[in-house]
């Protein structure tokens, strides 16, 4: 496989061929999600709960089989037949490096990723590194493995320190490698909420540090520079990879910048084209509505103010909503990734397998697994305790929890807070965080007593084999991966 590089605004190859990177996140293997795998709360403290609960090698053994079904050869050949020539996989430092022993590298995570190396050399596909859940969290959300919704990385020297030598590791190790596109140094960052997310700081209060981002990206790269100096580096935007505005200008060689573009009738309700509510009031969405969305991000614009390459990181569609309504997220999603193919856009979907959200591929809700976590995955939306598998309006959690946060800002005084945003700030503290950690041991006990073998069965729902294919998804994104 070729080396990348960057040459006049474009990712190229070794032979000066333009190469368009596009493909799929897979979030779920090195790096746990609640709504990929079905779990609640945070991956960590899952991690404690199933080896309380089933002993040190039955819940070591749980997660191992997990990730050894949910990203294998079969899923790499599938995804490699759609057309993509990329993929995203998430990583977790704690896979890494643990807190207890820093700066000291586990060689079983390794060992599992250089496994996934070695097969996408062999179907020619490439890997982007994406330090998902970094050292100290990055930001205030679970998807940073990030129970207690504080984001120490920009403001503590020694998770810095930690963090740049992790990724120096990565670059000793991956130096040589082709099938490496690049190292995507952090997703999403948030630099504004160190001590945790509030209406009064966050929405349209939020406030980036850019000093502390500047400062980290650039002694990050240095790092990675004087052990690697060729592999292509992807820098995201501060508030979730949003804002670009007060990002150094283009630095060294070899940079992309990336921005996450969801929109709403990705998510719905209702009719695509039709209208959405939004800020500034209802806005209709149809494909102009699509292009204005990405010409007017902060990310596109510094793209094309610095003359570098754009990676649209993550980007998609949910389908687990009314059926009649599932042609509506698909155009919109068709629509979508057609922008970004005539933009010259590179992009990777978010995500590629899961329990039935958004993934190319989703587990079988009538596998032996699905069925055992069925009850805690009802907890869930009952209590509003993630963010994909209740719609905020109707979760009976988080109706409570709107009318508590309503009476926290009347009693606050805090009047130039929205009401909307204090609700959402308040959910992920109290829901996404308290109530999903609760659900915790709900889940381990789902898995008490089961035998090493019922263990080794009941994993095999993550195996692609056993997983349905969200055909109509799959053929859209075919004729998008390959025009």
């Known amino acids: 496989m070729d080396l990348l590089q960057i040459e006049n605004g474009k990712i190229i190859n070794t032979s000066g061929k333009v190469v368009n990177l596009r493909g799929t996140c897979i979030g779920g293997f090195l790096n746990l999600e609640d709504f990929i795998n079905a779990y609640p709360g945070t991956e960590s403290t899952l991690r404690k709960h199933m080896l309380d609960t089933l002993g040190s090698v039955k819940g070591k053994m749980f997660f191992d089989r997990m990730a050894d079904n949910f990203f294998a050869e079969d899923d790499i050949a599938f995804i490699t037949a759609s057309g993509a020539n990329c993929i995203r996989i998430s990583l977790n430092y704690r896979c890494f490096e643990t807190d ?7 060689e079983e995570g390794f060992k599992r990723l250089d496994g996934i190396l070695k097969l996408c050399e062999k179907y020619s596909i490439y890997v982007i590194l994406d330090m998902h859940a970094a050292p100290g969290w990055q930001n205030c959300h679970w998807h940073s493995d990030n129970e207690r919704g504080v984001a120490l990385l920009w403001t503590h020297k020694l998770f810095q320190d930690r963090f740049v030598a992790l990724w120096q590791e990565f670059a000793r190790r991956y130096e040589g490698r082709n099938v490496v596109a690049g190292y995507n140094l952090i997703n999403e960052p948030s630099t504004g909420n160190p001590n945790g997310e509030h209406a009064f700081d966050f929405y349209e209060h939020y406030k980036p540090d850019w000093d502390a981002m500047n400062s980290l990206y650039s002694r990050t790269v240095k790092a990675i520079r004087d052990i690697d100096p060729k592999h292509i580096i992807f820098l995201e935007g501060d508030n979730y990879s949003r804002y670009f505005e007060g990002l150094d200008a283009p630095f060294a060689a070899n940079l992309v910048y990336s921005s996450h573009n969801y929109t709403s009738p990705g998510f719905g309700s209702g009719p695509y084209p039709g209208y959405y509510q939004s800020e500034a009031g209802l806005v209709y969405w149809d494909k102009n509505r699509q292009k204005m969305d990405i010409l007017n991000c902060q990310g596109y614009i510094f793209s094309r103010q610095h003359n570098v390459p754009l990676w649209v990181g993550e980007f998609g569609s949910q389908y687990h909503g009314e059926k009649e309504q599932l042609h509506y997220r698909l155009k919109a999603m068709d629509d979508q990734l057609a922008v970004y193919n005539e933009c010259d856009i590179n992009w990777t979907t978010w995500t590629y397998k899961d329990a039935g959200i958004m993934g190319w591929v989703t587990l079988d809700p009538e596998s032996d697994y699905m069925k055992i976590v069925e009850p805690v995955q009802q907890m869930k939306r009952n209590l509003g305790a993630e963010n994909f598998v209740a719609q905020y309006w109707d979760s009976p959690g988080r109706v409570k929890s709107r009318e508590l946060a309503d009476l926290i800002l009347a009693e606050s005084g805090n009047y130039q807070c929205q009401n909307a945003a204090n609700a959402y700030t308040f959910n992920y503290a109290a829901l996404t965080g308290y109530a ?28 692609f084999k056993n997983c349905i294919i969200n055909k109509d998804y799959l053929e859209i994104l075919k004729q998008r991966l390959t025009e």
């Open 100 to 106: 207890d022993k820093p700066f000291s590298y586990n």
């Open 436 to 463: 999903a950690a609760m659900l915790q041991p709900a889940y381990a006990r789902r898995f008490a007593n089961m035998t090493e073998t019922e263990i080794d069965n009941i994993m095999q729902a993550f195996n």
